[in-house]
Structures are given as structure tokens and as C-alpha cells.
């Protein structure tokens, strides 16, 4: 089973900046995942194999996603950062096969189609 790690969180104050790291390799597409207490998970971005990417509307223009192929590792650079934006964050990948995209340039795609998750890396943001 494909484990995977996230770090880079932590505590800022609002409009502050943090990157989270997510170490995978041989994925279809990677998706970035939150998780509020008492809320539930939800999707925040992702990136399919030809480089397409998607975001939710709460954090489009400032929330990047982004890979380095070379090192096997994909970042998520959060600015502006707003106290929403607290919560659990989980990097998660699928893999669907040689080839098979994940269609994330149609949209982000659920929970479900991800088989393999990262443990989580807190972000809070003070106002």
C-alpha cells in the first residue's frame, strides 16, 4: 500500500503564506484534501499527469499546486491565508493506470477515486 507524507503546516497569522510537501511517485493525479472539525472533507486542488490543474472556488488565486518530477514531490503553496482556511490537510493520489488520466481538467474529483492518503499536516491560521 502506497504510503504518502505531508509537511509544511503550521500556525501564521492571517494573510500569511505556508507550502505543504506531499512525497508520491507513479500516480495518475494528486489532489489536496481538508478537513475542519465538524465539517467535512473537501476538496481544496489537484493536479492530473498532463499538468491540468483544479481548484476550489474558496481558494482560487491563492492556492497553487505544483510537482517537481525530478523529486518525486508535490507542494501546495497557500497565500493569504485566511482563518477558513484552518483545518487538517491530506495529500492523496490514484492511480488508474499507464497513461489514464483523472480528468481534472473537467473539475476536482471526490474522495473516492483516491487510493492512497497521507496521514495529515495541520494548518492554522490566526485572524
Known amino acids: 500500500q502506497v504510503q504518502l507524507q505531508e509537511s509544511g503546516g503550521g500556525s501564521v497569522q492571517s494573510g500569511g503564506s505556508l507550502r505543504l510537501s506531499c512525497a508520491a511517485s507513479?500516480?495518475?493525479?494528486m489532489g489536496w484534501f481538508r478537513q475542519a472539525p465538524g465539517k467535512e472533507r473537501e476538496g481544496v486542488a489537484a493536479?492530473?499527469?498532463?499538468?491540468?490543474?483544479n481548484y476550489a472556488d474558496s481558494v482560487k488565486g491563492r492556492f497553487t499546486i505544483s510537482q517537481d518530477n525530478a523529486k518525486n514531490t508535490q507542494y501546495l503553496e497557500m497565500n493569504n491565508l485566511k482563518p477558513e482556511d484552518t483545518a487538517m490537510y491530506y495529500c492523496?493520489?490514484?492511480?488508474?493506470?499507464?497513461?489514464?488520466?483523472?480528468?481534472?481538467?473537467?473539475?476536482?474529483?471526490?474522495?473516492?477515486?483516491?487510493?492512497?492518503w497521507g496521514q495529515g499536516t495541520q494548518v492554522t491560521v490566526s485572524s
Open positions: 492523496a493520489t490514484a492511480e488508474l493506470g499507464p497513461g489514464v488520466l483523472c480528468g481534472i481538467r473537467m473539475g476536482l474529483v471526490g474522495p473516492g477515486l483516491y487510493n492512497a
Open positions: 507513479l500516480y495518475s493525479c
Open positions: 493536479i492530473d499527469s498532463d499538468g491540468s490543474t
